[in-house]
């Protein structure tokens, strides 16, 4: 059986075969070169030097390596992992047993967290727009606090006026303790503040992390070289990602 390898990589389109596939998308594209193997599975995986590869049969090379079958629809079924050494396979004391262990707990987050990126927008333009919203609503929290604070402030000065009356009599005790209680107030609303300020400048800075993420999900997925062993070109639509179920 002939192997077909994708991968991805800059190419020009060489002939008029393959200027008519640029017009499909790649499922497509590869159901009309390989009908013959439209039944056939479909594997994913990564060379040496970084580079992306599709065929419907594993070669002897990539045996040993991380590889993933996808569906028809690209949906990754079945993930296996890359061959460990029996160094690797057997953890030598607990302590690299628990951080293979949280290795793999972290590969899974990471994935569910791509997941949710890809789905939860059209573009970046939407990330950009949920990061205003975002720091928007912040931004009201602490104009509120500053208004309640301004509030609370003037019944101080009020308190203080007051005082100067009953001079050279004693000030009445609840108005000390009243300003007592505003000064108090004034320095809890003060220290929030100062959180919400220090929230706005993480949520900036996550909402700008997730859209430079979500912009090399992109590109991984698109603009890509489809080859086949026939020597026929045609730039991709754009490939649905494919992530692991979670169990």
Known sequence: MRKRAYRIERRPILTS????????????????VGAGTAHAALY?????????????????????????????????VRRTEQVRTAAQRVPQTETEAQKLREA????????????????SYANEAEIELAKSRAIATIDGQVQSARAFVAQIAKR???????????APR???????????TIDAEIDRQNEFMAAKAKES??????????????????????????TSSEGRYARSQPVAMEFT???
């Open 17 to 32: 075969v393959a200027r008519l596939a640029c017009r499909v998308p790649l499922l497509l594209f590869m159901m009309a």
């Open 44 to 76: 994913k995986w990564t060379d040496e030097h970084g580079i992306v590869h599709y065929s419907d049969k594993l070669p002897v090379e990539a045996v040993n390596r991380a590889n993933a079958q996808l569906s028809g629809q690209g949906i990754t």
């Open 104 to 119: 793999d707990r972290d590969r899974v987050v990471a994935e569910r967290r791509d997941r949710a990126l890809i789905e």
């Open 156 to 166: 101080r000065k009020e308190l203080d006026d007051r005082k100067a009356t009953f």
């Open 170 to 180: 004693p000030v009445p005790g609840e108005i000390p303790r009243e300003i007592e």
């Open 201 to 226: 400048a993480n949520v900036a800075a996550r909402y700008d992390a997730d859209k430079q993420r979500y912009r090399e999900l992109k590109g991984m997925t698109s603009g890509a070289i489809v």
């Open 245 to 247: 179920s979670a169990h």
